[in-house]
Nanobody
Framework: QVQLLESGGGLVQAGGSLRLSCAASGRTFTASNMGWFRQAPGKEREFVAAISWSGGYTNYAASVKGRFTISRSNDKNTVFLQMSSLKPEDTAVYYC???????????????????WGQGTQVTVSS
């Protein structure tokens, strides 16, 4: 069992920045690849970014590449999502998730992640 708790969401103007955090407890955090997903109203939950258990490998959705950065601190059992140059279309509930594996490649499907946080709202105004 693993528990995930996101924080850092809020309201920001277009072009601004936010940093999301996800604190993990329970199952060995350092053995899990981690991901961020988001879900806008009326839309499917979509992949945003993923990071390997070591932090050495990352993967991004095309829509956020170059603007978002995923990182992790295994000492603090925390994964981060630094979001810059935010756009109104980035508005969504953002979820942190733990992959059921620590393999390669990094998964982009929500069905490969078996633990989820409760989500944090990000709203970007134009």
């Amino acid at each position: 069992q693993v528990q995930l708790l996101e924080s850092g969401g809020g309201l920001v103007q277009a072009g601004g920045s936010l940093r999301l955090s996800c604190a993990a407890s329970g199952r060995t955090f350092t053995a899990s690849n981690m991901g961020w997903f988001r879900q806008a109203p009326g839309k499917e939950r979509e992949f945003v970014a993923a990071i390997s258990w070591s932090g050495g490998y990352t993967n991004y959705a095309a829509s956020v590449k170059g603007r978002f950065t995923i990182s992790r601190s295994n000492d603090k059992n925390t994964v981060f999502l630094q979001m810059s140059s935010l756009k109104p279309e980035d508005t969504a509930v953002y979820y942190c998730a733990a992959d059921r594996s620590a393999g390669w490649p990094l998964h982009t499907s929500r069905y490969d992640y078996d633990y989820w946080g409760q989500g944090t709202q990000v709203t970007v105004s134009s």
